[in-house]
């Protein structure tokens, strides 16, 4: 069955330091995305980076990088050069793909991040 | 440009009322899904529906009924509340293929008293 763990519910960063962010996930299925999502106090969900199960490289976006090890079942999300603005929870999640596109979407528990000034 | 609109954004039950949670999105997308958000616990799948005319249910079914009533719209009623319902509920939809993410409505705050 398809599953998503965080396991730090709270990190602290120095503010223009990086930090990495884990997530393991377990799935059968050798077709699927991992995302990361951010919520920041007001509650929106904002997509932040997606990887999938066949790309060769790992995922950038700006500052956001995903650190994808495949053998280990991980997809930790880097964020460099910490900004004040980056705190906020934020959320791993997996979607499988080869059962025709279901698109059922699972997540995480999730991990707030706190950047210090 | 909508996206993924919720209402109502804030509502406070009884115990044992019913409600329904409206859900609608503009972008033509075929999946559709109902999260509740707790501390600690995350985002956790209820129901969702992959496609026009199909239901599935997630994680934490019991207690929910949805309905697909259409392409754009996926509401979420609750029967009979319990204060363990109490809780933030996300609609979002997406394409529903592997590498499309979902887009979130603003939630809804439940309270069941």
């Known amino acids: 069955a398809q599953k998503i763990t965080q396991t730090q519910p709270g990190m602290f960063v120095q503010e223009k330091e990086a930090v990495t962010l884990d997530c393991t996930y377990d799935?059968?299925?050798?077709?699927?995305?991992l995302f990361w999502y951010k919520q920041p106090s007001s509650g929106e969900m904002i997509f932040l980076i997606y990887?999938?199960?066949?790309?060769?490289q790992n995922a950038t976006e700006g500052r956001y990088s995903l650190n994808f090890q495949k053998a280990r079942k991980s997809a930790n999300l880097v964020i460099s050069a910490s900004q004040l603005g980056d705190s906020a929870m934020y959320f791993c999640?997996?979607?499988?793909?080869?059962?025709?596109?279901?698109?059922?979407?699972?997540f995480g528990q999730g991990t707030t991040l706190q950047v210090k000034p | 440009n909508a996206g993924v609109t919720q209402t109502p954004k804030f509502q406070v039950l009884k115990t044992g009322q019913s409600m329904t949670l409206q859900c609608a999105q503009d972008?033509?997308?075929?999946?559709m899904y109902w999260y509740r958000q707790d501390p600690g616990m995350g985002l956790r799948l209820i129901y969702y529906?992959?496609?026009?005319?199909?239901?599935d249910k997630g994680e934490v079914p019991n207690g929910y009924n949805v309905s697909r009533l259409n392409k754009r719209e996926f509401s979420l009623r609750l029967e009979s509340a319990a204060p363990s319902q109490t809780s933030v509920y996300f609609c979002?939809?997406?394409?529903?293929?592997?590498?499309?993410?979902?887009?979130f409505g603003q939630g809804t705050r439940l309270t069941v008293v």
């Open positions: 979002a939809s997406s394409t529903g293929t592997v590498n499309t993410e979902a887009f």
């Open positions: 990887q999938g199960s066949y790309d060769q």
């Open positions: 999640a997996m979607r499988e793909g080869v059962s025709g596109n279901t698109g059922k979407l699972i």
């Open positions: 799935t059968s299925d050798p077709s699927y995305g």
């Open positions: 529906s992959a496609s026009e005319g199909t239901t």
């Open positions: 972008m033509n997308h075929n999946s």
